[in-house]
DNA sequence: GTCTGGCACTCAGTGTTCCCGAGTGCCAAG
DNA sequence: CTTGGCACTCGGGAACACTGAGTGCCAGAC
């Protein structure tokens, strides 16, 4: 139904209006790329690939520019990911080796990717989840008040001031500690619930309320990041392209849960795009998203990507958001 | 110079210039406000006005605009702060007092902070600086790695991996901890450096090696973080107001060093009006800033405030902005 | 001296018209 | 199936006039 030749119209025109930013005609189109036919024929093919809804014309009398449908048979068929030079990966290997803590990695992560796509860039924090302990800290703080500090092999930390119901003096603490740490050391944390319920009832009785109190904070830690964290930059890219609807735009940036459904759900480790319309929320049609999941080593811990114009460059801007949670990963598995 | 009715003049022109945002002209500004003068006067008013620099007008035959200069007199004689109402004041406190720890605090400040002014909002973290040492915790990870964590009085914790020259055992760390916290418990992290050199001197020899990489970390994470950290929220409500310039202004969001130097140094726990050309970085000519120093009682631990185009409604704006730090002085004390 | 009404002037913005040219669809011939 | 030719469409820019809000200035009133 689409020869190879139609196909390779298609594709021409996708390039065209990605680099020119301007609906493409059939003489521009047959002169820049050897076609080897003349524009009149270009012409009944764009005639076809429209009718199929590839491409549509702005207005009478005008070039063609691709519909969401033709940037997806693109993206899917006629297209190759374009891996980044090797200056560029040394870019980002020295700039993000230079990170000192989770948080800074995350940050580092999300500016180059900013910087490297020119667009706007998201990165979701290593999910609380599918992390493993690496320990527990509490902190006496005063005589009924501790912190209470939660390690992951992922180096994030989150911390809550709990308030005893009594006086606890510190070798209690101390002891508990110890449990705690002995329990749940390298434990998965969505295991973390039943091992504490194991843990509550094997303590002596005196400690069952002091240790309630403090778990049921410890959960609650858990199950409220559940919420997970997420940050973009490079918002500034997009007052280049956009006009209309960037308020939209940055509304949905602003936006924790449609962020999060933005990237996506965990996908068998390859890119996920998505284009234009097939966005979940209706502001952010116009632009597309290209996405992937990052881990240290086998599982993925999180996901990373970009939004840009539907017009975007598809191939360079999955090959740097590929490149990039590559490095993320091997980082996070260093440390 | 200017008499009393020049100024009321200039009042009224900043007012309906802010609510119209158009160019306002003597008859429709003799007409809403009562001046009991004839349009004619007010225009030998706003020609004095004019001449001496604090209105403008875009073109022959137009209204007139003010200048970062009348803006300037008006926020400085003109007008009052005014106070939020109270259901304001109540949304606010049951909004901040739902928060679980300090990047919650922060989190929901800056969230607050737009959404009440309609403009970006700009939030500082608590200043490391001017905290006090809470508490510091050695965690060990394996045979020769452990983790620093640092946590002040301000709730804010600092983590850091350090990698040591051999290997140590539990007690060892487990004594310089207690060492640690009995030197540094309250002391104000600009003392620490000191405190420490002189603890080094007093541990025995064989710890000396080990304890030094740790201190130095510890030195070098009280340095690096001396570039505090600041977030923004609401660029969406920029969309709205700015047409040209929008990129600017969203490029110097992200610039954290440009972004500290927006909120200006501490002041005298009043106000800080900075307006239009007044700004230090020239990409934000044609905004403003509103900002205002806040801490848990007495002393300042950092900034928030605001940025808006410069024709923006002073009077209210100071008022959220004021309002919203003490808010959240109570709360950082409070916990 | 200060205020006011009158009047001529200026000019941004809008609407109208006209024209150009890029690009199309269609058709008949190769 | 491809190609050159041709009539047609229509967005966008240039030229133009018109309108009206707003001004500056002046002479007279208070």
Redo the contacts between chains.
């Keep these: 139904m689409l020869d190879d030749r139609k196909l390779a119209v298609l594709r021409a025109v996708v390039e065209d209006y990605v680099s020119t930013n301007e609906p493409v005609g059939s003489k521009a189109l047959a002169e820049r790329h050897n076609l080897g036919v003349s524009p009149a024929t270009v012409r009944n093919d764009m005639a076809v690939l429209e009718e199929q809804g590839y491409i549509t014309q702005p207005h009478t009398s005008a070039g063609r520019v691709p519909t969401d449908k033709g940037y997806r048979l693109f993206v899917d068929r006629l297209s190759q990911i374009k891996p980044l030079s090797g200056a560029e990966r040394r870019a980002i290997e020295t700039f993000l080796a230079g990170a ?2 989770l948080d800074d990695v995350v940050t580092r992560t999300v ?1 180059l990717l900013a910087q490297l796509t020119r667009q706007v860039a998201v990165v979701q924090y290593p999910s609380l989840i599918r992390s493993t302990v ?2 527990v ?1 509490l ?1 006496p ?1 005063a005589e009924r008040r501790i ?1 209470l ?1 939660l ?1 992951t092999n992922t ?1 994030r ?5 709990v308030d005893l119901p009594e006086a606890v003096e510190e070798d209690r603490i101390a002891h508990l500690r110890a449990v705690l740490n002995a329990c749940l050391d390298g434990c998965g944390l969505s295991r973390v619930p039943e091992t504490l319920a194991d843990l509550q009832a094997r303590l002596p009785e005196e400690d069952r309320e002091m240790a309630g109190t403090i778990l049921s904070v410890l959960l609650e830690t858990l199950v ?1 990041r559940h919420e997970e964290k997420i940050v973009f ?4 890219n ?3 392209d956009f006009t209309v609807g ?2 939209d735009v ?2 949905a ?2 936006e924790q849960v449609v962020l999060m459904r933005l990237l996506g759900e965990a996908s068998d480790s390859s890119i996920m795009v998505r284009i234009g319309s097939e966005n979940p929320y209706s502001g952010l049609h116009g632009t597309s998203v290209v996405a992937a999941g990052y881990g240290s080593g086998d599982n993925e811990l999180a996901r990373l990507g970009v939004l840009g114009p539907t017009r975007m460059d598809y191939p360079v801007t999955m090959g740097a958001v590929r490149a990039v949670a590559r490095y993320v990963g091997h980082i996070l598995a260093g ?1």
Aim: no cysteine; glycine share 10%; net charge negative.
């Design positions: 000192v803590d500016r690496r320990h800290e902190v703080l912190m500090v390690i180096g930390v989150e911390q809550r001031v409220e930059a490079g918002a500034a997009l007052a280049g960037l308020r940055l509304e940036l602003e440390s």
